[in-house]
């Protein structure tokens, strides 16, 4: 009997009127499974189809600007935790990108985003992730913050981008042509790229603070506000990396 990938290969060139026919040849006893078989096959081909389709859908921004020369895709992960950095990722992906999967990092498994993560850096023109410092978000304030590490990605590049796709946001002290994109990373395959590989970067950062400061739980909570975290906080005061003037509620 065949395998899946056989069956698959099959499902591709057979007609679906063709079908009943390519079931018969078997013998009653095969026939279930033969049948098993090509249902899955053809769900996987369904599936394989529309993510194609949705990706062809999360090309459009880049398709439109595509006469501007090299497309940047930029986001920020780590706004919002109490500890940690603010990293921000910046991606220039070849026109012909062929990365499946790509969407807003918080819609993906944390496998998923490793997969991508290891892709988008073998595949994209150039890519990047830098970050802002507790120390810094403390001293200019979150945003600031976020913005200097946009900045400093986007000068890490090895190729100098042409036009900046944005999650929502334009980033000053910048001379390059900027487009905000409001929830860029889930309509943008450049941006989504960009907030991919800042969150795989600052989840990595996070569980290693983990093995520095066990008593908070960061490989959990990657340094938002959980329970356990604000628990130990309390608790224990503040770490290293913890953002001051992100815990006045909570000492």
Do not use: W
């Amino acid at each position: 009997m065949e395998s899946i990938s056989q069956i698959k290969t099959i499902l591709k060139e057979t007609k679906d009127t063709e079908m009943d026919s390519f079931i018969a040849q078997y013998s009653a006893d095969e026939r279930s499974g033969v049948q098993a078989l090509v249902k899955s096959a053809a769900k996987k081909k369904a599936a394989y189809e529309a993510e194609l389709q949705r990706t062809y859908l999360l090309t459009e921004f880049e398709r439109k600007y595509a006469n501007e020369g090299y497309i940047c895709g930029i986001d920020e992960v780590g706004r919002g935790p109490l500890a940690g950095p603010v990293v921000a990722g910046a991606v220039i992906l070849p026109r012909d990108c062929d990365i499946l999967y790509i969407n807003d990092s918080k819609k993906l498994s944390a496998k998923k985003r490793e997969e991508l993560f290891t892709e988008i850096m073998e595949k994209a023109v150039s890519a990047t992730t830098a970050l802002s410092t507790p120390e810094l978000i403390d001293d200019i304030n979150i945003l600031q913050a976020t913005y200097a590490a946009m900045r400093k990605a986007i000068e890490q590049l090895s190729v100098r981008p042409d036009l900046l796709l944005n999650d929502a946001v334009k980033i000053p002290g910048v001379d390059i042509k900027q487009v905000g994109i409001i929830k860029g990373d889930a309509k943008s395959i450049s941006i989504g790229a960009a907030s991919i590989i800042a969150k795989v970067t600052r989840d990595a950062m996070m569980v290693e603070y983990d093995k520095i400061y066990p008593e908070y739980d960061f490989a959990s909570n990657k340094g938002y506000g959980s329970a356990k975290h604000i628990e130990a906080l309390k608790k224990y005061g503040p770490c290293p990396i913890h953002r001051k003037s992100f815990i006045g509620n909570f000492i």
